[in-house]
């Protein structure tokens, strides 16, 4: 996935506001920050758009149950998913609410346009709905799902309304051309493209767009008081509200929309749809993840293996936010099966490549550049041209994670930036320095070796700084590179190109030691 200029606009769904955030939110929020990372270290111009969705009618029931209005109850859920989002280092720069007039007022005139383009048109339907999802569906799906909620397995309800329409079905030749050949990555992973075409292929029919009985919690359709704009029409329009503004509006068309994949037909047919009638660009990508489960089973709270809020600050008070973010983005459900978060995984991959891996080559190649050089970065000698190739390694691992990155694979980039720490690592088994310094007149040989261990050191790190960045951060300040920090923070770009590439230490910076990153720990 790329985009024409070097502006990134990444979206995360917005999220009901019916309920606190939990792991799927968590995820999903996590690696639209590690994409927003990659590009600002890049030095792209970055926009990160986060949210809640707040006009369902869950919300007026749910507000109602407890003496609430639905403002008030769609504010303190919205609360909780912004407060969540801080305290977890997310780096969004908006967060938008379908309650604000900001977004309201875009919404209705987007209507209006498709009113009078004839796109939308009054009408009545009869069909399969599903009230937990408010959502109808299709009569051969309800057939097929025993005419229960493939989401919650409650039964379907036989509805009858008068709604306003979407000719969709005017749009199914413009889809499966920009699908099929236009743009082959529009939908991705390649799994949900080819069950999108399939669906497309099998005929579209117009979708209501609005709903009747939301008591006034809604944006109205214009001219028609009675009718509010269904819940989810209104949702996907806030990926343009938010930045259909004289100041924003370079961001548009988004480069990537991150959702789960029960929301796919939503995001790549309708909204897509919506966009070719308004004759607005369309998104670069959209990219539906699966599921977590839990300990090999669905995640359930009646079964106790609900990853909650609480749950989740366990995890970061026990190993670190960046273990967080470091199991998330590696081990997380971007393919087209679901992941499990199970416990002595994390413990696993936590040993494995944060203490094992990182922390561990950090504290080796800091330490023997004290206890050898003074803490001083050594000179390299005559053999840094040919320094069993690790510079050849390093530039090797820096392809392999950008072009894991620009396809949305930041397992994989992490993947390439693993492989350079142990590269380090073996480096130092070959040639052991440690052996080597015995000897003085070694340490010239000595200060190559360490020159270059902390060379790769340090591109390792930019390549890992967007998961984790916190430890990365502590890395540099011993690296002697704080100027990335600086940079990072000051303007939001960083100089990636330049950065990254061998030979940028400095002889004489000073190396400092420091407590693990990375602590081991023993499963629990």
Known sequence: MSTDTARFYVTTPIYYVNDRPHIGHVYTTTVADVLARYHRLRGDEVFFLTGTDEHAAKVVDSATDRGLSPQQWAGQNAAAFRDTFARLGMSNNDFIRTSEDRHKDKVLAYVEQLLASGDVYAGEYEGWYDAGQEEYIPENKAKEYDFRSPINNQPLVRKREKNYFFKLSAYRDRLLQLIE????????????RNEVLARIREGLNDVPISRTGTGGWGIPVPGDDEQSIYVWIDALFNYLTTVD???????????VHLIAKDILWFHAVIWPALL????????????????????????????????????????????????????LTTQGPMGATDADFAQDKFVA??????????????????????????????????EFA??????????????????????????Q???AAIKLIGDIDSYIEQTQPFRLAKDPENLPKVGTILYNCAEALRIASLLLW??????????????????????????GCGQ?????AWGQSKPDTPIAKGDPLFPRVEKS
């Not at 503004?245 to 961001?251: E, L």
């Not at 392999?400 to 930041?410: G, I, K, L, N, S």
């Not at 990636?496 to 990254?500: A, E, V, Y």
Request: aromatic residues 12%; charged residues 25%; glycine residues 4%.
């Open 181 to 192: 050949k236009d743009n082959p990555t529009f939908v991705q992973p390649e799994a949900r």
């Open 245 to 255: 503004t004289d100041d924003r509006i370079r961001y548009w068309p988004a480069s």
């Open 276 to 327: 070719m009638a308004l004759d607005r660009p369309l998104p670069h990508q959209v990219y539906a993840h699966s599921f977590w489960i839990a300990e090999g089973q669905k995640m359930s709270k009646s079964l106790g293996n609900f990853i909650d809020l609480e749950k989740i600050d366990e995890y970061v008070t026990e190993f670190s936010l960046d273990a967080l973010r470091y199991f």
């Open 386 to 411: 040919v320094s069993h190739e690790y510079d050849r390694s390093a530039e090797t691992a820096v392809a392999q994670y950008t072009e894991a990155m620009d396809r949305v694979h930041p397992a």
């Open 496 to 500: 990636f190109s330049r950065w990254i």
């Open 413 to 415: 980039a992490v993947e």
């Open 466 to 491: 967007p998961v984790i960045p916190d430890a990365m951060e502590k890395l540099w300040e011993r690296l002697g590179q704080t100027a990335y920090t600086q940079a990072l923070a000051n303007n």
């Open 349 to 382: 991959v936590y040993n494995s490549d944060l203490a094992n891996a990182v922390g561990n080559c950090a504290s080796r190649v800091t330490n023997m550049i004290n206890r050898y050089f003074d803490g001083k970065l050594p000179p390299h000698g005559r």
